[in-house]
């Protein structure tokens, strides 16, 4: 009986253990269920974002396949008199350029695919049957904001990581088949390259990488402790490391108090804190910048002292703020075209045009601005969107319930 009790008692323990073993694992999969997005999207939400994203895709393959046969039409005189070969003109020069001018006009696709679709569905009366089911307008929204922020991150990593490689490829074809003329050369350069250390170059040209005239002062407390200077100086651009020149015919005077210490060489491999990009600008060069390299390149200018950053501060914003359009100009769209009206969505195409060019027109200026009458960068890549944030408010408030 004893036997018999403990054998109950042993199975009974171990079904209790299963049993809280399964509890535990169904208060974890109630939690997935509740922290899993695709539990609050429901078959009226992914027939919108199919819609979204399918006329969005749409609006970008019409527009820009019009913008590359008129580009065509543009430049095909000077691909026959420069001879660039097709291969370049495919792969290098417009699989570069349509993602660029994609992402540059997205927002522009975006307000159009919002109109089109959304017009189409409330002419249809399927936005009417929508409310009336019970389905509120800001309910109604969900599935644009959603569609927003797929838009949002492939806009963003886009411009930040991927765009600015293909602009160096696209902007080497358009000097070397386009005569497109490019800044590859710089006079009487200075610049601070580290605390208390200024580096001189007469000419620089960066297609050798070279420069001719260099000299490198040393400061300590204000005295002059160290002249370097140089009949030409070389960038290594192949050696593992950031920073490394080499000198020709080199010769350097130590000052230690009254005496003098000078010594001298024919090449010499040093470390000086300075790239090619520093020493030659060219315009447009910060869109050839990924995000990381925009930061380091700022924070590093700023630590020499130079000032002359305002263009890629403007251009690191910018990249930030244009991501967030998507949330303002959809707000906008679907506002203006869910109403049922006479006349079809052609006044509504020609408002989303409107408004879109307008956004994209005070980015210019209000970029113009920063880099012109010393506006804050990071408040001149905003406001554009502070103004047509304003405008999407009231045009929600009027949104019919």
């Known amino acids: 009986m004893l036997h018999l009790q403990q054998t109950v008692r042993r199975k009974t323990k171990g079904i209790r253990t299963a049993w809280a073993w399964l509890c535990h694992k169904l208060r974890f999969l109630r939690v997935l269920n509740v922290i899993n997005p695709f539990h609050y999207i429901s078959i009226l939400d992914w027939y919108i974002i199919r819609k979204f994203i399918g006329t969005y895709i749409y609006s970008i393959i019409l527009i820009i396949s019009i913008s590359i046969v008129f580009d065509v039409n543009e430049n095909l005189v000077k691909f026959t008199q420069y001879h660039a070969p097709l291969k370049a003109i495919v792969f290098d020069y417009y699989a570069n350029f349509v993602p660029y001018f994609a992402n540059l006009f997205s927002p522009l696709f975006v307000f159009i695919a919002v109109i089109f679709f959304t017009s189409k569905l409330a002419s249809n009366s399927e936005i009417i049957s929508m409310l009336a089911a019970g389905v509120s ?11 927003c922020v797929l838009i949002s991150t492939l806009s963003f990593f886009l411009s930040a990581y991927v765009i600015p ?14 005569n497109k003329k490019k800044n590859t050369s710089a006079e009487n350069v200075m610049l601070q390259v580290d605390k208390g250390t200024i580096a001189y170059i007469q000419h620089y040209d960066n297609n050798q990488k070279c420069g001719y005239g260099f000299s490198l002062d040393k400061f300590e407390n204000k005295k002059l402790v160290s002249h370097l200077t140089a009949m030409d ?169």
């Open 137 to 147: 307008f800001k309910r109604l929204m969900r599935p644009y904001m959603i569609s």
């Open 233 to 401: 100086i070389q960038y290594d651009t192949i050696s593992d490391s950031k920073y490394h020149w080499t000198l020709s015919n080199w010769k350097i005077r130590e000052l230690r108090g009254l005496r003098e210490h000078i010594t001298s060489g024919t090449k010499r491999d040093t470390i000086i804190q300075m790239e090619p990009t520093d020493l030659v600008y060219s315009k447009g060069q910060q869109e050839t910048f990924t995000n990381p390299e925009l930061k380091e390149y700022i924070s590093k200018q700023k630590n020499r002292g130079n000032g002359n950053v305002v263009q890629y501060e403007v251009e690191y914003h910018k990249r930030i703020a244009s991501s967030f359009a998507s949330f303002i100009l959809t707000t906008i769209g679907l506002s203006l075209s869910s109403r049922k009206r006479k006349g079809g969505m052609g006044m509504y195409l020609g408002m989303g045009l409107a408004l879109s060019f307008g956004y994209i027109m005070l980015q210019t200026v209000s970029s113009t601005f920063a880099i012109n009458a010393n506006t804050p960068p990071i408040l001149a890549a905003w406001i554009p969107n502070f103004i047509f944030a304003i405008v999407a408010y009231f045009c929600y408030k009027k949104a019919p319930n």
């Open 165 to 178: 490689h293909g602009t160096v490829i696209r902007q080497n074809f358009e000097t070397m088949y386009k």
